[in-house]
């Protein structure tokens, strides 16, 4: 059901020959309304594509009535044609809808320096097959249309009392903070204002999208945007929502953790006792990051060592010497020396869990990454992308 | 002749059973005078091994009598008793010199948590039979029982105006910054006193050693020591100590580079007209450990798109779109656009030459980096390092 199962949503997705696998390439989401209430975070990476500053312009008064995405080409570092590709892109499906181009959004993804002119046409011409198959039973095709390297179609939904959240994402490589390359689209039938959709989305990422870091390479196309159609009359308890729209995100961050290229271990890096929150983020995220730690992880090898070596990066507050850390429910590291041996750990699992108790304050953070694999460097060498 | 090139030095490799494979891990340098000075660098992680600890104390007088270096274990994180194996090895090694335990400075590398009861007597056993081998032709025997997954000892000498200086490093993989996994020790006999010998080793590994980074991991152990013994009786001309002895931290830094595990490129990244030195640094750094990047030149990819997104998280300052790019010599990208097409560029030679022109101001920078590759993955998950 993905971003057509709340009320008030239309979705397709077509084959505009953009991917040469002949697969679908672009998709439509459209908001019937009765509000066209929108809004949207990206990619902190300063190289943002034509798509995101087309998008963050548009997003500027929080309406959106419609979002077109494609795969098969990032649009990004393509000048200011690649900005006219994606002005067009809003433009005519604002034309076919009879609505504001400036309420259009847009997005990308594929190879960085992929937009000329074949592309534009290409996407134009999806656009408008797009527009033209928009149904409410669409939403399935329109998550399978923006499917790079990902392997399976990313789709989540959340029931309340009375209103539906639904939503669909991509993303497999340069999972990273700021988001990853990633694109999501969430719908909601629920009776949100702009601000209240602003707050409710940052809210909901800030712990979730922004936690997953596969790589540590930041995109430069990620956009993950929320659409209010208020079709459901129901205006929701404020924390219910929030908390099921967090719960949506956090299941579509572990579903574009389980299908990273080339991964063979969803590691989940829990950091408990810091100083903040902050603190607890920077100290995951460089254990995230940390290619030695990764490769051990690929290894079955509990390296704790390296665990140890990467927090010491960091500017977090905590003493070196008394850190302790576990390895799938094993305490292999005690205040800065060895514990348990090494082999009570038994890495085979594909989940892998990393606890590390910084004994500093009441503060804890998630982050979620993966190992460093053979099939990694395979699919990010082998292939342009 | 390596670190007993110049005057005044002697040196012993030996086996003292701390590598498996039976080859020499021990290595004592003894610096006989007239001068003592020592300076040294070390690793800016805040997780520093014991013999790290040590060492920054034992450098602060300026004097150097000895240094004890072994493989076979990091004597990371091994506790109070590590410490004390570090202590016990120093004492050692004073005793047998008739010099003060606070003059000596000791070195390990290995993994982390290595430092038992077996460690230390293998040490201290190692240490004795270590200066009781000393010899002025020790040189080529110490660079070898520093080496772990080293493939060739490395080892430098230059000659300046009646003054010399010798060199030995090992490290090939934690290569980072604020020091490689890497210990490097500096002999000369020209005359120069501790803050001389502070300055111009810190200015010499400023640009060398630190721009080295390899895996972006940041290891635990490392140090770059320099001795001074004045038995040239030569004060030499600053400047020209200055250069000789940067000169011979680049050749070192490149055979560390060159040696690094598993790689298959040698990555030069040279970022100009940028604003600050430290702004090209920045920018140099987060390209060189870009996880994507690195895998695209494995696979022959001049995947400049990577290069941008990497940039693109920098906060130097530039014009994301007007950046220039450069491969081996053809400009792949001008002002954040495709410029020449990829098949022109050639990327099968081991040597590779990234150019970076931030079109900002006038400051430079050049970091040293490998690609990510299959061997790189295997080495670093198939054996606890």
């Known amino acids: 059901m993905t971003v ?36 949207a975070v990206f990619t902190s990476n300063r190289a943002q594509a034509n798509p995101i500053i ?10 959106v009535e419609a979002i077109v995405l494609n795969s098969g080409g990032a649009n990004c570092f393509t000048g200011p044609f690649g900005f006219q590709t994606a002005h067009q892109t809003a ?32 996407v134009l011409d999806g656009t ?21 390297t990902d392997t399976i179609a990313k789709t989540a939904v959340r029931q309340g009392d009375g209103w539906t959240i639904g939503a669909m994402a991509k993303g497999a490589g340069m999972l990273a903070p700021g988001l990853a390359t990633m694109l999501v689209v969430i719908t909601t039938d629920a009776v949100l204002d702009a601000p209240q ?6 809210a909901a990422t800030r712990t979730t999208f922004d936690r997953l870091d596969s790589d540590g390479c930041m995109s430069t196309n990620d956009q993950v945007s929320l659409l209010v159609s208020g079709a459901s009359g129901v205006t929701p308890d404020e924390a219910e929502f929030g908390a099921a729209l967090a719960d949506l995100c956090r299941e579509l961050a572990v579903k574009l953790q389980r299908d990273a ?5 969803d590691i989940t890096i829990r950091v408990e006792h810091a100083a903040s929150e902050s603190d607890a983020v920077e100290v995951g ?68 869990d990393l606890l590390i108790d910084l004994k500093t304050g009441d503060a804890a953070a998630t982050v979620l990454t993966n190992d460093l694999t053979h099939d990694y460097v395979h699919e990010n060498s082998a292939y342009a992308s």
């Open 4 to 39: 057509t199962a709340p009320a008030g949503f239309e979705a397709a997705g077509v084959v505009a020959g953009l991917k040469s696998t002949g697969k679908p390439d672009v998709a439509v989401v459209v908001n019937r309304g009765p509000l066209k209430v929108g809004a």
């Open 54 to 63: 087309w998008s963050r312009q548009a997003i500027a008064d929080g309406v």
């Open 91 to 122: 433009e005519k499906a604002a034309e076919l809808l009879g609505v504001s181009a400036g309420d259009v959004l847009v997005c990308s993804t594929g190879l960085i320096g992929t937009g000329d002119e074949v592309f534009r046409a290409k």
């Open 128 to 148: 408008m097959r797009g527009v033209a198959q928009l149904s409410t039973d669409g939403g399935e095709s329109a998550a399978q249309a923006i499917m790079t």
């Open 197 to 202: 959709a602003d707050a409710h989305l940052r």
């Open 261 to 265: 290229e080339g991964a063979s271990h």
């Open 285 to 352: 995220r460089s254990v995230a990051r940390n290619n030695l730690f990764k490769a051990a992880i690929f290894g079955n090898d509990p390296n704790w060592g390296r665990v140890l070596a990467a927090i010491g990066t960091t500017t977090a507050h905590f003493d070196p010497y008394d850190v302790d850390v576990w390895m799938n429910g094993v305490r292999v590291c005690t205040a800065g020396g060895p514990d348990r041996p090494r082999e009570e750990v038994d890495l085979t699992p594909r989940a892998t």
